[in-house]
């Protein structure tokens, strides 16, 4: 059983890391043809781009104003013309919990990078008050935000946490995964780094 979820792990990474690289692809190229990360009772399968719901891939990503927990205001569309790893998470879920140091790792491997930006977005009912204590005990440096509302988690159709969505720099939804994930993986760090690199290629192929 342990060496059966080992694979399907492995296997989601591969898919994610495929869909990524895809977009970088397709944006370097010029053209707008794209595939979507789905989840379908645990198993993660990569399927064309479709016209349906808000997190189809190659369609904008809803955007959402939330505070952080330093008391900022955030916006998706602020954040326009950067990579956004965009995590829906709470403090009572215990995958989100197990992911979360990845996360961190994540963040240090980009935190030279200006245009990749971490948000963790936390469905606590209870707001600041159960966030805060678990976010700076673990000394965990990303953004978080607050909504105990679960405004992102309806507007971007969330069906289980953790869930986390790869945002391109156009706005648009390139990747999707559902439940907990070892975001530290080097594969997974070369194709967000091929998807950061792409602004800067489509300038030397225009030059």
Not at 102 to 130: K, M, N, T, W
Request: proline share 4%; aromatic share 8%; hydrophobic share 45%.
């Amino acid at each position: 059983m342990e060496r059966d979820s080992k694979i399907l792990s492995a296997i989601a990474v591969a898919i994610l890391v495929v869909a990524i690289g895809v977009v970088a692809y397709a944006n370097f190229a010029g053209t707008g043809d794209v595939g979507q990360v789905l989840n379908d009772g645990g198993k993660v399968a990569l399927s064309p781009s479709s016209s349906g719901g808000p997190v189809a891939a190659g369609k904008l990503a809803p955007d959402f104003t939330l505070k952080t927990l330093n008391g900022d205001t955030i916006s998706l569309t602020s954040l326009r013309g950067k990579v956004v790893f965009l995590n829906v998470w709470a403090t009572w879920c215990g995958p989100c919990r197990e992911e979360m140091p990845s996360i961190q790792a994540l963040y240090d491997e980009f935190s030279h990078e200006p245009d990749f930006v971490v948000l963790a977005v936390s469905e606590d009912s209870g707001g600041r008050a159960a966030v805060d204590s678990y976010v700076h005990g673990n000394a965990f440096r990303f953004d978080v935000l607050l909504d105990p509302q679960n405004l992102v988690g309806d507007a971007y159709d969330v069906s289980g946490i953790p869930e986390t969505f790869i945002i391109d720099r156009t706005g648009r939804i390139v990747a999707h995964h559902v439940g907990p994930y070892d975001w530290s993986k080097a594969e997974m760090r070369d194709a967000l780094h091929e998807l950061i690199d792409v602004k800067e290629k489509q300038t030397a192929k225009a030059g």
